[in-house]
């Protein structure tokens, strides 16, 4: 365990808080790759139905860059933020307390991040079960094994790789693993929606529905839009990273969304032109090809799923072993047993969860309103302000007044398209729904 001591820090020394984990110890280039792992997970797999679809060309593909621009800015003032006041802020609740000097500042962002990175690894779980339930279809159409099934199923894999896994830094090379794994079904998506749409004749990509209808889905598909490049947790990955960690941040931060975007880009893109509006929310269901190259890609997605639920567990798990103060060996019984009731508790819960209602583009929409953008758009930028207020000129002031309150908005529009959606949904499918 890290006990609280003082290090030299990117401006003098800074305090260190209390982890069960292990900080300061990864390359900027690890955690390079820990967060073009979540911008290519297998979600963008279906961001050409949940983005380019409600958008159409214009909006989706300048919606798509604004929001890589928007994203880059957020979180680069998040990240220089890290060492504010003297101190490491390991914990996005922990920098949240400190600036706003209170324990309501704490707990509400804490509440406020829970819930993003809850329904994010409900979503993968969701993603890994349709993947699973997509590679069974292949071979056995026989609708004996259903969406739920496959959904129990993956959530176990999900436990079994979270026990083994002690913390955010142990990835090592299962990063390299996860990076193959995208590669494997973007490339997949890519090639097969490639040779369908040389084939294919002219597609529709007129955005379909009525203007109220066109209303909602449009801003559903701006909070995916934000849902796409934020991971809700920078300051907890900035505490992995070597010193000087706000500069080996802002790095990782730039291989992001640079090259990191591109992949995403292309599938997303490339999806879109192949089979327009009628484009399906998980990619892979749309292509067309061999047996065993959608199996591959299909079990690409499931196994990938798998290590980016791990990263964006990784708070609760952190403050799970924290507080129960779990350490030394990973594989001592004790720490094993506790991972093993009280991660798999977690998993547990949220495999319930997802087999209950397994609406992707829904927890996609609605994790994107309710929980992304306050975290990473309205606090981010009124925390930047409060912290730096001395140094900041009038028309900097203002602009950051300006974000807080447009993002506040969006937020609150994007929270009404997203319960509108469920509501639509709930009406066509039951609980458990094998969709």
């Known amino acids: 365990m890290n006990r609280k001591v003082n290090v030299r820090g990117d401006d003098g020394d800074v305090e260190i808080p209390d982890t069960a984990h292990q900080i300061s110890s990864d390359s900027w280039f690890q955690v390079a790759f820990v967060l073009t792992t979540?911008?290519?997970?297998?979600?963008?797999?279906?961001?050409?139905?949940?983005?380019?679809?409600?958008?159409?060309?214009v909006g989706g593909v300048v919606g798509l860059l604004l929001a890589t621009a928007i994203s880059l800015y957020a979180n680069t003032l998040v990240a220089k933020l890290h060492e504010f006041g003297g101190k490491r802020h390991i914990r996005y609740r922990d920098l949240a307390g400190f600036i706003y000097a209170g324990r309501k500042a704490y707990y509400l962002t804490w509440g406020l991040q829970y819930v993003n990175l809850f329904m994010i690894n409900c979503g993968f779980i969701i993603l890994a079960g349709s993947a699973l339930k997509a590679v069974y279809v292949l071979f056995r159409d026989d609708h004996t094994i259903k969406l739920p099934h496959c959904i129990a199923i993956a959530g176990l894999i999900c436990a079994v790789f979270a026990i083994g896994i002690p913390h955010l830094s142990a990835l090592g090379v299962w990063l390299a693993v996860s990076t193959i794994l995208s590669l494997i079904y973007i490339v997949v998506a890519i090639v097969l929606s490639v040779r369908d749409g040389v084939k294919a004749p002219a597609r529709e990509y007129e955005i379909k529905g009525s203007s109220l209808s066109k209303l909602f889905t449009i801003t559903g598909a701006a909070a995916n839009l934000v849902f796409a490049f934020?991971?809700?947790?920078?300051?907890?990955?900035?505490?992995?990273?070597?010193?000087?960690?706000?500069?080996?941040?802002?790095?990782?931060?730039?291989?992001?969304f640079t090259a990191g975007v591109l992949p995403m880009y292309a599938v997303t893109f490339i999806g879109y032109w192949a089979y327009g509006s009628s484009t399906s929310t998980y990619l892979l269901n749309s292509v067309n090809g061999p047996l065993w190259v959608k199996a591959l890609a299909n079990i690409s997605a499931i196994l990938q799923s798998v290590i980016s639920l791990h990263i964006f567990a990784s708070p609760t798990y952190e403050y799970m072993d924290t507080k129960f103060g779990i350490k030394g060996h990973p594989l001592a019984l004790k720490n094993l047993m506790f991972r093993i009731m009280a991660r798999g508790g977690y998993i547990a819960v949220s495999t319930l969860i997802s087999a209950l209602l397994p609406f992707l583009g829904d927890f996609m929409s609605l994790t994107g309103a309710v929980s992304t953008f306050p975290l990473t758009f309205i606090l981010a930028n009124h925390m930047y302000y409060k912290a730096k207020n001395n140094k900041l000129s009038p028309l900097?002031?203002?602009?950051?007044?300006?974000?807080?309150?447009?993002?506040?908005?969006?937020?609150?529009?994007a929270a009404v398209a997203a319960v509108r959606l469920i509501a639509l949904d709930s009406k066509n499918f039951h609980v458990f729904a094998d969709l």
């Open 38 to 57: 979540g911008i290519n997970s297998a979600y963008v797999l279906g961001y050409s139905g949940t983005v380019m679809v409600p958008l159409g060309w």
């Open 230 to 256: 934020n991971t809700g947790m920078l300051p907890e990955i900035q505490a992995t990273v070597r010193q000087p960690v706000v500069k080996n941040m802002m790095k990782a931060l730039y291989f992001q």
């Open 396 to 413: 900097q002031k203002l602009w950051h007044w300006l974000n807080v309150v447009f993002f506040s908005l969006m937020s609150v529009a």
